[in-house]
Every structure is written in structure tokens, then in C-alpha cells.
């Protein structure tokens, strides 16, 4: 009786010309590093909103509020312009620089492989929505809309959550640029498939 071809059969099961795609285990955990990502960008945008309408509500024409003497206080300001309030007769730019932003951040998310870059990338996400947001519909017209600040630092300029979230995420990312750590999780000068 002839014996089977245990070859051919090995050969038809697993052919040498089959698809080598990203494996199932890795694509999970891209999936899970985006949804951490859009977790961290909505916590922002959410704590954004409440802290600016809280703001609006309590400090709307009253004195600002000292929290830390001569570093910390509360005021609210309506900022047309950017940081320091520079360029405040420009607000349209800022419209369109924070449009562009949140693209770029939504397709270097595709690539993403690393915990550390997730946050980074959820907190400038959500931080430029935040002030986004303001933009496009606060007075005084669509795109033009006045930013809403309210935490002054010692008389230097005034920001909000957003901005705090935008900081912090640069911070972040010259941290893992040092360290070599890439976007999508390799490590510069790591053996290959090494992960951050």
C-alpha cells in the first residue's frame, strides 16, 4: 500500500508563496493602542469643555481667583491669538494650523506600536481639538472664534487644559525621540523586533 506524500502535503498546508501580513497578535495590539489613543484625546477634549464652561460660569466679571500667590491665579481671558497672545489679529491661521494638526496626528495613528507614543499622540490630539473647538464656534464668528483661558502662570500668560495637554505632550515626545523610540514601537539601534 502506498504511503501518503507527507511533503506534498506539508508543501499544500503551508505554501511558500502565502501572504506574510502583519500577524493577528500584532494588528489586536495596534487595535488596542488606537482605541487607548482616542481614550486619552476624548478624556482631554471632555475635561477641556467642562474646565472652560466651569471657568465661563464662575469668573465671568469677577477678580481673579489666587490659587498659588504670585505664580498661580485664575482669570478669564478670551484669546484671539495664540500662546502670549501673539498674533491675535491672525486667529484663521490658528484655525488651520490646529485643522492640519489633527490630520497628521490621525495618519501617523495608523502606524502606531507604542504605548508611550499612544498618550503622546492622544494628548496632542485631544488638546487640539480642544482649542479647536473654540475656534470654529465661539464668538466672534466660525474659524475666528476667541479661545477660552482661564489659568493664568504668574502674569506670564494665560492657558487652559488643552494647552496643558499639548505641553505635556511635547514633552513626551522629545522624551521618546531621545530614547530613540519610534512611532510604530521599534527601537533606534535595537535588534530587530524589538519593542518599546
Known amino acids: 500500500m502506498p504511503q501518503p506524500n507527507r511533503e506534498s502535503d506539508s508543501a ?10 502583519p500577524s493577528a497578535g ?20 471632555a475635561i477641556d469643555l467642562v474646565s472652560k464652561q466651569l471657568a465661563i460660569a464662575a469668573l465671568t466679571g469677577a477678580a481673579p481667583v489666587r490659587i498659588i500667590d504670585g505664580l498661580l491665579s485664575l482669570r478669564l481671558v478670551y484669546n484671539p491669538g495664540a500662546a502670549f497672545s501673539l498674533a491675535s489679529g491672525a486667529t484663521w491661521i490658528f484655525t488651520i494650523i490646529a485643522t492640519v494638526v489633527v490630520v ?6 495608523r502606524r502606531i506600536g507604542s504605548a508611550l507614543w499612544a498618550v503622546a499622540l492622544g494628548l496632542i490630539l485631544g488638546g487640539a481639538i480642544g482649542n479647536l473647538l473654540d475656534r470654529l464656534f465661539r464668538p466672534p ?7 477660552v ?3 493664568d502662570y504668574a502674569g506670564f500668560f494665560v492657558g487652559n487644559v488643552a494647552d496643558i495637554a499639548i ?5 513626551l515626545v522629545i522624551v521618546l525621540t531621545i530614547l530613540g523610540i519610534g ?3 521599534t527601537v533606534q539601534g535595537a535588534g530587530e523586533g524589538r519593542r518599546a
Open 183 to 185: 512611532v510604530d514601537g
Open 12 to 21: 499544500r498546508d503551508f505554501p511558500d508563496d502565502a501572504p506574510s501580513g
Open 104 to 109: 497628521v496626528v490621525v495618519r501617523v495613528a
Open 141 to 147: 464668528s466660525f474659524g475666528q472664534g476667541h479661545v
Open 149 to 151: 483661558d482661564f489659568i
Open 167 to 171: 505641553v505635556a505632550a511635547g514633552a
Open 26 to 45: 500584532s494588528v489586536l495590539r495596534r487595535r488596542r493602542l488606537l482605541i487607548a489613543l482616542v481614550a486619552v484625546a476624548a478624556s482631554v477634549v
